[in-house]
Structures are given as structure tokens and as C-alpha cells.
């Protein structure tokens, strides 16, 4: 995934793009980087490895370094960025957030017609922003280029451009399948993927950008460079997930969305007569505990926190790169709340199931630490296949997906023609799912979301939203 942040303002603007890049920290952990605009000095770029360190540790002299007016940072969970340019359309900073499947083919297609060049990173990859910057400069404005670059890309990419006269171009992806925000300042503007971000630096809401929309930027004001689509796919994941708790997407905050989502779940377990006896309802830290706490609220039953992550020196799910090794840390963050594990009946919401492998190990915690029954609950639908436009499931194939790899084990290939019915707990293939994985992982009951439910929890219109993991529509 990945977010950006940035601000063109009247006076100097370093620390507020410090400041809101930091907030988009939970979406990424391999880079961050600043780029900055000053009259005298010019475009100036910074990017580190934040893979072992949090973003900023990283950037904390740059304020003896740098200094502007107008400025992007970006938190990436791909390629160094931003990239400073040097074009026919002038110099510019710029970052993207999404993902570009058909990068080769793009590629192949510049190389063969321009004579140009990439910056070859290790292994020849090539940075996928500086491809965008590519496309883009093979127009004659910065508006026909980011159309152009959106219409070949097979994927997506929101793009956020530094100018080098201080003005910032800010376009949402096609589909508008990831946010962008505006905030008024009283020096200028801040645009953003969390609201939340220029909020607490004292900017108000002033513009969310539709699909494909784009507007350039500068502290006088807003232009509309080119409209809204009608088209509109916004990932339903980022509520049950990805998103902060105090962001708000199409206007809908992400902490009231889980609080309903888990009401909802409630309800349906009630209808059926599910998990009854259950002493305690938690959610999986950190994501889960907002559903979990509307389940609680819903279900009658006391919220508590039988595990709590320690967070001081483990504050990131996935820094390493190997993942027996995340899987151990994920193990040593995990310390128990005795009191509240022995002898207790308990009801766990996690946001998503998606391979299952650390909360197999959480399980196996929980009853080895006394537990008399876990219960399991996830906040979304089965995922039945790996998104193909944020990449945020983290799976290189779609059999890695626990959902995927029981039905092969229940009936072979010839499940995938019954996905649906596996997704619905209803069906007996859907009971057959649940049972299999209650058996992996030994949960005592195992419920999903539905698909409408979590609809209904978000409260925005279908097909505005996309459901590609669980139901494989595009």
C-alpha cells in the first residue's frame, strides 16, 4: 500500500509535511521520503529505509537541512520515492501510490519507440514511479500526461507532483479505488490519503477528489485541471483494515464503520444461537478491537483484552522480510492477561483471515495459556482471491489464501466454481469452510462476515465500492 501527504503554503511548510507524512505510517514500512520547494534553493528530495525504524527517526535533521514552502513526503511500501525529474514539462517531484501490473509491458513500450532509459534498481527492477513519470512526460502537459499514464496503467496509481514553481498536482486514481483528500489552511492547502493527517495540523475539509479527478494546487487556491469519472470503486478493505480509525473515506469514519460492522456480526450470531456462554469478546490488536468492541456492545458481553501487544520496541506486524521470523515476533508480542484467559470462554474478532498463519500461533497462545474455548470471528468475508489492485493481502498467489487452499482439500479445482456458496455460511459448502479451518486452527466457532453485512457497516452504495478479494468482481 502506501499514503502520501503534502502542503503548498505562504510560509515555510517543512514540519506540518513531516509531521502529516508520519501519520501515514500504518500504510507502509520500506521507505519514506520529502521532497521540498524553496524560491532560492530549488526542488530538494530525501528518502530513507524504514524498514527497522520508524519514519521519524529517520528524517529527524532534515530541518537543518531543508527547507520550503510547498512540500510531498510519501510512506511507501514499494520503490524509493519521491523522484525528483528533470522533463520536457519542467522539473518536479513526484509520488505515486497503488500498483502497476503490466510495469514490463510499459516498460518494453517506452524503451522500444523513445531511445530513452531507467535508473535500473537491484535485480534490473525498475522503479515503478519513475515509470509513471516516464508516461507521463511523453505528453505535452502534466494533465494529458497523468490521463495518458492512468489509461495505460493496469492497476492503480494516485499521483501526487511537486512542481517546481511551488504548485502541487494531486490526481486520484481512475477508479478512485484509494482516497485523496483536500484541507484548508490559513496558508495554504494539504492534501492527503488520511483526513485525519491535516486535521490535526488546523486544516479543515475542503475537497475529497473523485475518481480520476485532477487539480492542481497552490496556496491561492484549487483549479480543476480534469473531472471527476462517473465510475467509482473505492477498496471496502481500507474500513476493515488498512485505514486509521479517526480517517474518514466518501465520508464515512473508519471506526464507526468496524463499531457497526460488529454489531452486525453480533446480531447474526444471536439469530442463530451462536457462541453462547461466552465470558469475554476481544478483537485481535490492533485492527479487530474496534469490530470487537461493536460486538460487545451489541452482544452484551464484556470487552476485555486477554493479550496486549507490546508495542514499545515491536511497533510494526511485519518488518522482516522472512515470515518465520514475523511470525516470531508476532509470537513475543503477544503477553497474556492471565486472569482474563484461565478457565474463560472467549469470542476473538480479527479484521480479515487471510492465510491464517499468526493466528494460528495466537490460538495456540491463548489455550496455552488456559483458555477454555477461542472463538473466532472475521470482520470481513472469506478472501477468496489476492487483490490485483492494491496488493494489500501481502500473497504472491492466490493458493497462499486459507480459504483457497481448504476448498482444494474439500473438493479439489472444482470447488472454485462454488466459491459464493463457500463464502455464504449458510450453504453447506460454507459450513464445510468454516468447519475445516475451526479444525486447522483448532477455534472452537468460526464465522465470517457477509458481504452484505459489511456493505450495510460502510453505508455507501455497492457499486461504488470494490469487492474484488471476496467475491472476484471487478
Not at 475542503?206 to 487539480?215: A, C, D, F
Not at 471506526?255 to 439469530?271: F, P, Q, T
Not at 470487537?292 to 501487544?309: D, L
Not at 506486524?317 to 515470515?323: G, I, K, L
Amino acid at each position: 500500500m502506501g499514503g502520501f501527504f503534502g502542503i503548498t503554503s505562504k510560509e515555510n511548510c517543512l514540519s506540518d509535511v513531516f509531521f502529516g507524512t508520519d501519520y501515514h505510517s500504518h500504510l507502509g514500512t520500506r521507505r519514506g521520503g520529502i521532497a521540498v520547494y524553496d524560491k532560492e534553493i530549488g526542488l530538494q528530495r530525501e528518502i530513507h529505509n524504514i524498514t527497522n525504524s520508524p519514519f521519524r527517526t529517520k528524517f529527524d535533521k532534515i530541518f537543518e537541512e531543508m527547507q520550503g514552502t510547498s512540500a510531498i513526503g510519501c510512506i511507501s511500501d514499494t520503490d524509493p520515492q519521491p523522484l525528483l525529474i528533470s522533463s520536457n514539462l519542467g522539473n518536479y517531484a513526484i509520488c505515486i501510490i497503488g500498483i502497476i501490473n503490466n510495469s514490463q509491458e510499459l516498460i518494453q513500450q517506452f524503451l522500444s519507440f523513445s531511445g530513452g532509459h531507467f535508473n535500473a534498481m537491484t535485480g534490473s527492477k525498475i522503479n515503478q514511479t519513475e515509470l509513471v513519470a516516464a508516461l507521463i512526460n511523453q505528453k505535452s502537459d502534466f494533465t494529458e500526461g497523468i490521463r495518458f499514464a492512468q489509461k495505460s496503467i493496469e492497476g492503480t496509481a494516485s499521483i501526487l507532483l511537486l512542481r517546481d514553481d511551488g504548485s502541487i498536482i494531486a490526481a486520484r486514481d481512475r477508479l478512485g479505488r484509494l482516497p485523496v483528500l483536500i484541507g484548508k489552511g490559513e496558508n495554504g492547502y494539504a492534501v492527503t490519503f488520511e483526513s485525519f493527517a491535516y486535521q490535526k495540523l488546523g486544516y479543515v475539509d475542503e475537497k475529497e477528489l473523485g475518481p480520476g479527478e485532477i487539480v492542481e494546487i497552490t496556496p491561492d487556491g484549487i483549479k480543476q485541471l480534469s473531472p471527476p469519472g462517473k465510475k467509482k470503486r473505492i477498496c471496502a478493505f481500507l474500513w476493515s483494515y488498512y485505514g486509521y480509525p479517526t480517517a474518514t473515506y466518501e465520508g464515512v469514519n473508519v471506526e464507526m464503520m468496524r463499531n457497526r460492522n460488529g454489531a452486525i456480526m453480533a446480531e447474526h450470531d444471536k439469530e442463530l444461537g451462536n457462541a453462547e456462554g461466552i465470558d469475554f469478546v476481544g478483537g485481535v490488536p490492533d485492527s479487530g478491537t474496534a469490530h470487537a468492541i461493536g460486538y460487545s456492545n451489541n452482544a452484551h458481553v464484556p470487552y476485555a483484552r486477554a493479550f496486549i501487544k507490546y508495542t514499545p520496541t515491536w511497533s510494526r506486524s511485519f518488518m522482516p522480510t522472512m515470515q518465520s521470523e514475523r511470525n516470531r515476533i508476532a509470537k513475543m508480542k503477544q503477553v497474556p492477561v492471565l486472569d482474563l484467559i484461565r478457565d474463560k470462554n472467549l469470542l476473538f474478532v480479527d479484521d480479515s483471515i487471510v492465510r491464517g498463519t499468526q493466528l494460528k500461533e495466537t490460538v495456540e497462545f491463548l489455550y496455552g495459556n488456559g483458555a477454555k474455548s477461542v472463538h473466532m470471528r472475521s470482520a470481513c468475508p472469506p478472501i477468496m482471491y489476492g487483490c490485483k489492485y492494491l496488493n494489500f493481502s501481502r500473497s504472491t498467489s492466490d493458493m497462499e489464501l486459507i480459504a483457497r487452499r481448504v476448498i482444494v482439500e474439500l473438493e479439489g479445482e472444482e470447488g472454485f466454481n462454488h466459491i459464493e456458496e463457500y463464502s455464504d455460511g449458510n450453504t453447506e459448502r460454507g459450513k464445510a469452510l468454516r468447519k475445516a479451518i475451526c479444525d486447522k486452527f483448532n477455534f472452537s466457532s468460526l464465522e465470517f462476515q457477509s458481504l452484505e453485512g459489511i456493505i450495510k457497516a460502510i453505508g455507501i452504495d455497492e457499486d461504488d465500492l470494490c469487492t474484488y478479494c471476496w467475491n472476484g468482481k471487478e
